[in-house]
C-alpha cells in the first residue's frame, strides 16, 4: 500500500498549512497524521474514521487543525492554522483498521514517507 502524502514546506509562523495524504485505489477504517520533530519521538497528531469522519486530535493542536476528505480520491486534507515553530516537523499519514481514538504508532498498519514542515518565527 503507497500512502501519497504531499503539501509541506516553509510556513511562517501564524499561518496555515494543508496536508494531504491520498491511498489510491483502497480505504481503510481510519486514517491519521504523526509528526517527528527534530531531536524528538513521533507523536500522533490527528486521525480520522473514513467512513463517519468522525475525529480526535492532540491536545497540542486542539482548535488549531480541521480534516475534509475526497471520496473520490481516497484523500485526506489536515489544515491547520495559526502556525507555531514548534509546529516544525515531518509530518507523515498512516491508515490501519482500528477505529475512533486509535493514536498509537503501533495501531496503524501503513506509512507515507513524510513530508516536512517548517515553521519560521
Known amino acids: 500500500v503507497q500512502l501519497q502524502a504531499s503539501g509541506g514546506g516553509l510556513m511562517q509562523a501564524g499561518g496555515s498549512l494543508r496536508l494531504s495524504c491520498a491511498t489510491p485505489?483502497?480505504?481503510?477504517?481510519?486514517m491519521a497524521w504523526f509528526r517527528q520533530a527534530p531531536g524528538k519521538e513521533r507523536e500522533f497528531v490527528l486521525g480520522?474514521?473514513?467512513?463517519?469522519?468522525?475525529?480526535w486530535s492532540a491536545a497540542s493542536v486542539k482548535g488549531r487543525v480541521d480534516v475534509s476528505r475526497d471520496y473520490n480520491k481516497n484523500t485526506m486534507h489536515l489544515q491547520m492554522s495559526r502556525l507555531k515553530p514548534e509546529d516544525t516537523a515531518v509530518y507523515y499519514c498512516?491508515?490501519?483498521?482500528?477505529?475512533?481514538?486509535?493514536?498509537?504508532?503501533?495501531?496503524?498498519?501503513?506509512w507515507g514517507r513524510g513530508t516536512l514542515v517548517t515553521v519560521s518565527s
Open positions: 498512516a491508515v490501519g483498521k482500528r477505529g475512533w481514538g486509535a493514536r498509537l504508532e503501533s495501531e496503524y498498519m501503513y
Open positions: 485505489g483502497q480505504t481503510f477504517t481510519s
Open positions: 480520522l474514521t473514513w467512513s463517519g469522519g468522525t475525529t
